[in-house]
């Protein structure tokens, strides 16, 4: 009756599991300049490579090549560094924090710092990011007191927070930065909700969402872009590709598709994949993006091509699922020392300096630490009262409520 | 016969009924090859393949969806979703789907699914991760819900509930996973090894859904208590001297009439104890039961001990979570009312 055979079931399968050597072979790295800048208001059908690609402008020798390079002077590249670096700094004192029972949990950035860092100098005051739980250098590179973030992750009584959240899921609307829920992808149409608001409003403010590689299967991902798309929205929507959803590599939720840029084709929004670990790439390629959408040009999609080096959480151990030198092996490199050796080669940096900003940077950090740690951390010192576990449910206190705050005699 | 944590018994009751029928699938995020974020699944790819045991794509629409499709089929997938709090994108397809299958196709199609997932507070998981939504489940009429409280337990209502024909939602509270808590948050936790509860028949056996268990005898006051909250429920009782009589009622759909109204027609006082949130919690059905069924054998009002109504806080974990305390006051307002 049919000569098709017996159907197969598939499940896709990283290259290399522990034990073996890692290998990122098949992953094709462009060399750095050698993709061209469209202009602004290019037809979304032009571009349809830039989908399968990955824009560079750091090369092998630490130069700035190609038509995306040449956006940032030498001070903002220093600043940058600077960033990043304090991400990196702070990360590490609050991963030990957590490891010390300071908190109940931490996620670090480790390989991903240049992502958020660099995206966040070419917004605009007034832009709102609706971000994941890894795009801290958001605030740090924003402006945001080192203190209060701690505070929030201490869940002490300075924390703005009020105890109530998870640590890291920070909230600031001041700065760009909307309150972090933690269940995933639900926030990537919000992003969207929101740039539509401003166009409504004839604002000139632009949103930004942000999504990792893991939560694109969400259906919500797929709500974000068919609003944007039929909508315009003035959104940039970006999705994170850090290579690993905890456990889960992302081919599961790439599936038959090449990219995750390529996502957006489908909804005729013009999609770019960037080197996430190229400070310069990813700031000029957001600065491409945003004024797109400030320009009434409509959604962009970017995904950043990056690594995970750390675990997921202080929860995980990612020595289970993935060969332990993996990292060393990311053929992009490590954000940090790829913007240290641009500077070098520029003239404007050394080692020396380096290693004196890296031991400045850290007693900042510590001093910072030290601060709200006078607020308390989550199991001693000071913390937000059990009264403030009622507040906030509703803007005005309903009875059943007050009743219950009676009860719990506070 | 072995002492198990809850995720071995958990496991076993899978690896089980994978071993005995070759129609059940197992699925979820990080579930195949890691096993699990808390490892209940370990293992089981390795043993029964990757078309059995697999990782899925992050979507719980997606996973409750394709394990209707495949119980469509023949199939009898048992899912899991990371944490109960995450189940909600999944929703949808559980209550306009699953649950109605059978119904509205009069059997021409059913929905043999477990959705399995961890559930409750205890661990400062915040509010995405200490969630207690049983009530929204127990309103959906054709769903079945079960809340295990110990290992041996786990295991018998699992592979009952992979083997019963009609969709069941399977709430694990992870603060169970390692061994039976009480509330006593700073004492360190029994493990499941020195408690007699965690001696786990091998092999295939079941603990059929709608049967509840006496895990104290007593006469003065019958609690009402599923989950964890068994536990709570034996401190209180140990620390007020109340002789209560504690039911561990495993499934709340359906749910064991009878065993409650024996308890409260012999005690003639009640107290329903959850985490969940109270304002129409799971709580209020059981006490509406209680009235209709044993009003003239109440002595005392009925009295609820819940989760306050807001969100699960992180930093005060301990001051939301129901624990011995408030259930003891609740035991010594009844006995005095």
């Known amino acids: 009756m049919t000569d098709t055979g017996m159907l197969r079931f598939h499940v896709p399968e990283p290259e290399v599991r522990p034990g073996g050597a890692p290998d990122f072979s098949n992953v094709p790295i462009p060399r750095a300049g050698s993709v061209p800048r469209p202009e602004i208001d290019v037809d979304p059908r032009e571009i349809r490579d830039l989908a399968f690609s990955i824009i560079r402008v750091l090369n092998r020798a630490g130069e700035a090549v190609g038509p995306w390079a040449g956006l940032l002077s030498d001070e903002e590249l220093l600043e940058g560094l600077r960033h990043m670096m304090t991400l990196r700094a702070f990360d590490a004192r609050m991963q030990m924090a957590q490891r010390q029972g300071k908190t109940s949990f931490y996620m670090q950035h480790l390989g991903e710092e240049a992502v958020s860092c660099a995206f966040r100098k070419a917004l605009a005051p007034g832009d709102m990011n609706f971000p994941t739980y890894r795009q801290a250098g958001l605030l740090i590179a924003g402006g945001y007191p080192m203190v209060t973030m701690m505070n929030q992750i201490y869940s002490n009584e300075a924390d703005p927070l009020k105890g109530r959240q998870l640590p890291i899921m920070y909230s600031s609307k001041e700065h760009g930065f909307f309150s972090i829920s933690g269940n995933l992808a639900t926030q990537y149409i919000q992003a969207v909700g929101w740039a539509m608001a401003s166009a409504i409003s004839g604002d000139n403010r632009i949103a930004v969402g942000w999504i990792g590689d893991g939560s694109t299967a969400e259906s919500d991902f797929h709500a974000a872009l068919v609003f944007a798309s039929t909508y315009k929205a003035p959104v940039v929507l970006n999705v994170v590709n850090n290579q690993w959803a905890i456990s889960t590599f992302q081919g599961i939720a790439r599936g038959g598709s090449g990219t995750f840029a390529a996502r957006g084709l489908g909804f005729g929004i013009p999609a770019l994949r960037v080197d996430g670990n190229d400070y310069l790439a990813v700031h000029a390629v957001a600065k491409w993006a945003i004024e797109r959408a400030r320009r009434n040009l409509g959604p962009t999609l970017i995904e950043h091509v990056t690594y995970r080096a750390g675990a997921h959480s202080t929860s995980d151990d990612p020595s289970a699922y993935r060969p332990k030198a993996e990292s060393d092996a990311w053929p992009l490199g490590d954000p940090v020392i790829r913007l240290k050796n641009h500077l070098i080669r520029l003239g404007v940096w050394s080692e020396e300096r380096h290693a004196q900003a890296e031991a400045e940077i850290l007693d900042t950090v510590i001093a910072a630490q030290k601060q709200a740690e006078e607020h308390g951390t989550l199991h001693s010192g000071n913390k937000p009262s059990t009264r403030d576990m009622f507040e906030g449910v509703y803007e005005q206190m309903p009875p059943h409520l007050r009743r219950q705050r009676q009860q719990a005699g506070v | ?337």
Not at chain 2, 163 to 186: A, Q, S, T
Not at chain 2, 235 to 255: C, Y
């Open chain 2, 1 to 337: 016969m072995a002492r198990k944590t809850m995720i071995e018994a958990i496991r076993d009751a899978m690896d089980v009924s994978m071993g005995r029928d070759e129609r059940v699938i197992v699925f979820g995020e990080d579930v195949g090859f890691f096993g699990g974020v808390f490892r209940c699944t370990a293992g089981l790819q390795a043993k029964y393949g990757k078309s059995r045991c697999f990782d899925a794509p992050i979507n719980e629409s997606g996973i409750v969806g394709a394990a209707i499709g495949m119980a469509a089929y023949g199939l009898r997938p048992c899912v899991e979703v990371q944490f109960a709090d995450y189940v909600y994108p999944g929703y949808d397809q559980i209550v306009s789907e699953a649950a109605r299958l059978r119904y509205r196709s009069n059997g021409d199609f059913t929905c043999p699914i477990v959705v399995r997932m961890p559930s409750g507070g205890g661990i400062f998981g915040g509010q995405t991760h200490s969630q207690s939504p049983e009530a929204l489940f127990t309103h959906v009429s054709g769903l079945k819900v079960v809340v295990p409280s110990n290992p041996r337990d786990a295991k018998g209502l699992l592979i009952a509930a992979i083997e019963d024909p009609d969709p069941v939602i399977f709430f694990e509270p992870k603060r169970l996973y390692n061994g039976p808590f009480d509330g006593h948050h700073k004492r360190p936790v029994t493990p499941w090894s020195k408690h007699e509860l965690g001696e786990v028949p091998d092999g295939h056996y079941t603990v059929p859904l709608g049967k509840a268990a006496i895990r104290r005898e007593g006469s003065d006051v019958t609690v009402l208590a599923y989950g964890t909250m068994v536990y709570v429920a034996e401190a209180a009782a140990a620390e007020t001297g109340i002789d209560a009589e504690i039911i561990d009622l495993r499934t709340l759909l359906p749910l064991d009439l009878d065993a409650i109204v024996a308890s409260v027609s012999k005690t003639g006082r009640c107290v329903v104890v959850h985490e969940a949130t109270q304002t129409s919690g799971f709580g209020a059905e059981l006490a509406t039961l209680v009235q209709e069924n044993c009003f003239y054998h109440l002595e005392a009002p009925i009295a609820r001990v819940a989760g306050w109504d807001t969100p699960y806080p992180h930093a005060q974990e301990w001051d939301y979570f129901p624990g011995p305390a408030r259930v003891g006051r609740a035991l010594v307002e009844t006995m005095e009312a």
